[in-house]
């Protein structure tokens, strides 16, 4: 487990009772962050885009005994996010914590890409948890709560051919850095989870026919199919489980000094403790430029 240090304004506080909103519950991270703050105690309203896709989720909770209340809830629609936000606070009367879970990765350079592509991978990995946070804060201020963000490595260093997908977690990492004091100003703790590998639906649902992808990627294509090789023996052989990283998403949820970024796993915090100690930006390029070498 990392160090843990305390934001400005917060206090120690018990899960029980408290409510948490999570984002992108019908699989991965978010699924088990669900069960496990159920478990801790949290009332938990689990948010999926599409209703129709809980089915995984409803029988992961009643496996572990647990109570979710499962509600709609897209992250690139403003209308969604408002009336889950209002919903919960009807029903519930309070909101302590927002876990904002839900991504997308994306797999392309840039040449070969549209800027349209860019702009929906930040709709969803960046605007997502800036929509989200906007309407969580004034309840959370109300009781002191936190914003939990399930960022990534790729906040912290960017790989080849995630260009998009690390430029929308670096800016949900500058935001969320930008934001922690202030919040932390007014009693809220603002905190994010940077994962590794971790063996979720997450690399199925870029939906890439890897294949197909190094063929049309013209003078891309060879440093495309190092990458793809590298990535795809990394989630074979050293992911961490869903459940590994929810432990550290609820540790930010529950801890009494919970440190602004958490690394998930060992190879997690080697990996982003290279960048941090990177001032010129010349080991990341040896390290990632070895990878497609
Ligand atoms: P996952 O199994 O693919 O889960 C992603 C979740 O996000 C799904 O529930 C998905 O819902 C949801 N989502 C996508 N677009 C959404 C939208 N517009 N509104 C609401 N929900 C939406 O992958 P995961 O690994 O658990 O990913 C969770 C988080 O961890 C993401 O932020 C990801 O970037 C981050 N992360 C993952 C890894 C990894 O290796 N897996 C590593 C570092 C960071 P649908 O079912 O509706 O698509």
Redesign the pocket.
Same mark, same amino acid.
């Given at each position: 487990m990392c160090a843990h240090t305390q934001n400005a304004g917060e206090e120690p506080r018990m899960s029980t009772n408290k409510v948490v909103l999570i984002?992108?519950? $019908?699989?991965?991270?978010? &699924?088990a962050t669900a069960i496990a703050a159920a478990r801790a105690g949290f009332r938990t309203v689990a948010? &999926?885009? =599409?209703p129709a896709?809980a089915g995984a989720l409803r029988e992961a909770a009643a496996e572990a005994g647990v109570e979710l209340d499962v509600r709609a &809830? =897209?992250?690139?629609d403003a209308a969604s996010v408002a009336s889950c936000v209002e919903g919960v606070l009807a029903d519930h009367g309070r909101l302590d914590a927002v876990v904002n *879970?839900?991504?997308?990765?994306h797999v392309g350079t840039i040449e070969n890409g549209t800027v349209e592509d860019v702009r929906q991978v930040m709709e969803? *990995?960046f605007f997502?948890v800036v929509q989200v946070t906007k309407a969580a804060l004034p309840h959370l201020r109300e009781v002191g709560g936190r914003v939990v963000t399930? $960022? $990534?490595?790729?906040g912290v260093i960017g790989q080849p051919f995630n260009e998009a997908y690390c430029a929308a977690?670096f800016a949900v990492e500058g935001f969320l850095e930008s934001l922690a004091p202030v919040a932390g100003a007014v009693g809220v703790g603002v905190h994010v989870v940077?994962?590794?590998?971790?063996? $979720?639906?997450?690399?199925s *649902?870029v939906g890439i026919d890897q294949e197909r992808a190094v063929a049309d990627a013209g003078p891309y294509g060879p440093a495309l199919a190092g990458y793809l090789a590298r990535t795809n023996e990394a989630?074979a052989n050293a992911?961490q489980s869903?459940a590994e990283a929810a432990e550290v998403v609820l540790a930010a949820l529950t801890e009494p000094r919970p440190a602004f970024r958490l690394q998930t796993s060992a190879a997690a915090r080697g990996f982003a403790g290279v960048k941090l100690s990177d001032l010129d930006g010349s080991a990341v390029q040896r390290l990632t430029g070895a990878w497609i070498a």
């Open positions: 984002t992108g519950t $019908s699989s991965g991270i978010g &699924l948010t &999926l885009r =599409d896709r &809830l =897209d992250v690139t *879970n839900a991504g997308a990765g969803v *990995n997502g399930v $960022s $990534s490595v790729g977690k940077e994962p590794g590998a971790v063996a $979720s639906e997450f690399v *649902n989630f992911a869903p």
